[in-house]
Every structure is written in C-alpha cells, then in structure tokens.
DNA sequence: CGTTGTGAAATGATTCACAGCT
DNA sequence: AGCTGTGAATCATTTCACAACG
C-alpha cells in the first residue's frame, strides 16, 4: 500500500458520490472508459478537478486511455463503503419513513433496513413495504441481535434528538436524519442531514435572485 | 440602499437556512435577541462567519446588543424569498410524491402544492393528500393558470430528465430534484436537488473511516 | 499521441483582530 | 462594556501547466 495520506476535502468526498452515479449510468450503456474531461464536463467540473479528486485515494487512471469505468466503480464503491452490506432501522413510519422503506435504491447500495419501529400504539404492528411495525422498545434487542450499523430517523422534530440519544446508545454507528434539527452527538457517530426546507429555500433563494443576482457557483445538484 | 454588491459564497445561502432554522426556533420560546457567538456555537461555526455570512446581505446588528431575532427572522425570510408565496406541482404519485404532499412544513415555508401529476393511467383520479391526481396532459394549463413557479420532480430516473424539460417548456422557474440524475437545463432555471442515495454514501464513508480516518471537517448537517 | 498525476499558482473561504457604535 | 462589521491574514480548494507514462 502506497496510498498517500493527505486531507481529504469532504467537498471531494460528495463528489465521489456523482462520479459513481455517472459511472454507474455509463456502464450500463456498456461504456468501458471514460476520461477526466468527459466526466468533469457532465458535472460542469474541470478535468483538473476529477483527477485530483480521484488521485486523493489512489492511481486509478491509465495516461492515454483514461479511466477503466468497471474497475473505478468497483474501487470508488470500496471507497465510499457501499461494497459492504449495512443493516439499517428506520426510527419512524409516516410519511418519511414509508417512502425511505419502498425506496428500491436503498438496497442496491448495500443498505437493507431490517425493521421499522414506531412508538405510536396506533400503528404498532401495520405491515409497511413487509416489514411489520415494531414499538420503540425492540430497539436494543435489535441492533443486538442484526448487527445495525444505522438508523435512519424520520420523526417529528421535537423528539429526533431525543431518538438519536436512544439510537447510539443502542450502538449504531450513523444515522440519516431526516428531522429539521441539528443533532448534537459526540463525534464517533457518523451524522448525515437531508432537511427537505433548506433544499426549497435554496431553490427559493435561486428564483428569488432570477435575473436579478449572480452566484458564484452553478447548481448545487 | 447602502447594500455592498460582493460575491455571496454558496455555502454562505445553505449557511442561512440553518440559522434561520435556529432563529425559529429560538423565536418560539421567546427569547428576543441572539448574538453571533450563541448562534455559531449551535451550528459549530465562528462568531465571525455568522456575522460574514449575515453582513452578506445588510446591516442587522446591533453593537452591544446582537440580533434581534424577530427582525433578523424577517430578514432572512425576504432574502431566502420565503416571505412571498410560491405554487408548486408535484410530478409523480409514487411514494416520494406522497411523502412531499404530506409535509406539512412545505406550505409553513410558502410553498403551496396546487395539484400533483402523473401519466400513470393506474392512479390518475386517486386522491392523495387532498388532491385529485391528475395526468401530464392538464401541465401547461396548470402552470398558466395558477402562476405555478416550481416543479418538484418526483419520478423515476430515466424519465427525469424529459419530465425537467416539460415543466422548463410549462414555464416553471425552479426545479426541486429527487431523482438521482443530474439535470441539464438552462441557466434561466434554478434546480436543487436531493439524492438519498447521495446522502447515504456519504454517511457509509463517515462510517467506513470509523476511528481509521479522518476527514477534517465535521457533520455536514 | 492523448491523458494521467501532481507541484506551483491562483482563487476562494474562513478566521483573526480591532475600530467603532450603542 | 459588549458586540457588530470588516479589512488583513490565514487556511483550503481549485485551476494551471507540464513531466512522465502507456
């Protein structure tokens, strides 16, 4: 192992995420390589860019050809951790939850939600996407007993953080949080945010600048 | 008006989601005002980047004092552009549209759903969260008619891209994105988008390095 | 050749530190 | 006295440009 151990820019870190995307899109059009520049340009980077990017975690690329999309997938996979597979609970089964259970591209990436828990008695034991409701006090048996590595919380603000507290005490690694609240943990857990109003407010403050103003950068997509 | 015409850094706009966020929620137990340093600590930032970051946009201070939390509330409101109201049409009836439809804190943010579309035969005329589902053909009347100015796409992948280029031609000014594909549009157009997908692989990384790594930058939240 | 990987330069964002306001 | 707004300094990221490689 010859890896060089620089910082990595967490900006760096979500565009690996792109770069699978497209790669993923491009072999299934049985695509077989691809170079910096193509790929920059469908993300609007630079081929500079993409090179760096990738050159943060090791020589993937072949000077004169490009990059070999099979083989950059399977090693940008190992390096995102989606190689793996994670067992995951979703804390919460409204709206939110219902829609992450039946969302099909959650398995493909190697997580698989094992069971949904609510404490809401009314809908303890409904059957969502297969999975029977199970109450809040199953909660340390199971991440026991499947080895849950993540919780996928979709409850009301007012009790996410109290819910985060209860997941990593149940020893969880990560969380997907879906509540608007930031959650305050101690920094061995793993925190990723999706908060649907700061998404529309952005694209509020986009509209709202129209012809009117000037970002710097382009889409954030 | 005094206000300096300077660049404003993108993360400076997801910055103010956040803080509004915060103000809010600050606002509901009735404190009056909050100084930079309160409101870095929360979101793990400077007191002087909340002050750089609001300075952005206008003088809200004041010395000695802070913010005052109502007017500062106000602010950020007007300057997102959720002060004003916006009509909305969700595409796609499948479980993330039904999801968007019952968030309720899209319409507290100004964003109104009018009505949600599909061109499956199958639910077309079912209701959902109080709407009738109604096919693609009725898109540009909608769009004409009731001053639609967002799009939230909510359909699978492969058609993302042509659904975009429908709500484009309706005359919708802003796109909310959930399908994992990056959209081509022009300009004019503003798009956000949200990938699940993306945000789990960004937590299986954050996972993956577990105590091995690090990453130098903390919870992207 | 064409394209990578990478130091060096340029650009951008954050933090420091302090004058000035209330 | 306490806190803002902001230039100057620091730190991070992106782009340039080119040697090295298949």
Redesign the interface.
């Known amino acids: 192992m010859t890896s060089s151990r620089s ?4 900006a760096t ?2 565009r ?3 770069y ?3 790669l993923e ?1 491009r072999h299934n059009q049985n695509q077989k390589t691809i170079n910096s520049k193509q790929l920059g340009d ?2 609007s980077l630079t081929d500079a860019q993409v090179r760096k990017d990738l050159a943060y975690f090791g020589q993937f690329g072949y000077p004169g050809v490009g990059y070999r999309i099979l083989e950059l997938i399977e090693n940008l996979r190992r ?4 190689d ?1 597979k ?1 067992n995951a609970v979703v804390i919460g089964a ?3 939850g ?3 259970m ?2 099909q ?2 398995r493909q ?3 698989e939600v094992v069971a949904v828990l609510d404490n809401d008695r009314s809908v303890v034991g409904q059957v969502i996407s297969g999975h029977h409701v199970r109450p809040m006090s199953d909660l340390n048996d199971l991440v026991q007993q499947r080895d849950v ?2 919780g996928i919380l979709a409850v009301p603000a007012p009790v996410a953080q109290e819910v985060a507290d209860q997941l990593i005490e149940a020893g969880v ?5 879906f509540a ?4 305050d943990v101690h ?2 857990v ?19 600048l ?2 009117t103003g ?8």
């Open positions: 910082k990595i820019p967490r870190v979500k690996l995420s792109l699978l995307r497209e899109s469908v993300l390096i995102l951790g989606t793996r994670w409204g709206n939110i219902r829609a992450i039946a969302y591209r959650f990436k190697g997580f590595k993540i690694q990560g969380i997907l949080n608007p609240v930031r959650l920094d061995a793993g925190i990723t945010s999706v908060d649907f109003s700061v998404a529309l407010e952005q694209l509020a403050f986009q509209i709202s129209g012809v000037s970002l710097e950068e382009e889409n954030d997509q």
